[in-house]
């Protein structure tokens, strides 16, 4: 009988540490993903002359929308630790631009406003954004 119960603890014990030795093995929780600039509207062609300065205006959004969101997984990945507030000042950043370059006038020239609006706070924070990633990684 004792003997059994020997057995038993042992097993018990066994799967105890086994189980131990797993978790603390395991990746610390994943980081939260970086919100994703994703513009809604529809792209227009980018040509010479007024007609296609509003397609050229919005490529330049999207490109440097592409570059923030490249910047900001290189950010996380250099620096898991600071993810979760990181994440929370780039989503306070979005709403603000949002906020921002929102009704800046009518039809074209609203959508020209608001582009150019983009643009301007999408450059300055890729001058941000690059700066934190050299603190990251430094």
Do not use: Q
């Amino acid at each position: 009988m004792r003997t059994k119960i020997l057995v038993v603890v042992v097993v018990a014990l066994a799967a105890l540490m086994i189980a131990a030795a797993l978790w603390l093995s395991s990746d610390a929780p994943s980081a939260p993903a970086a919100p994703r600039l994703v513009e809604t509207f529809r792209v227009s062609a980018c040509r010479p002359g007024p007609a296609g300065a509003e397609g050229c205006a919005e490529r330049r959004v999207l490109v440097l929308d592409a570059t923030i969101n490249r910047l900001r997984d290189e950010i996380i990945s250099a620096a898991p630790y600071a993810a979760r507030e990181f994440v929370a000042a780039e989503r306070a950043w979005y709403a603000a631009r949002e906020r921002h370059c929102r009704g800046l006038g009518t039809g074209a020239i609203e959508t020209l406003g608001r582009s150019a609006c983009l643009i301007n706070a999408d450059r300055l924070h890729v001058s941000v954004l690059v700066e934190r990633l050299d603190d990251a990684t430094s």
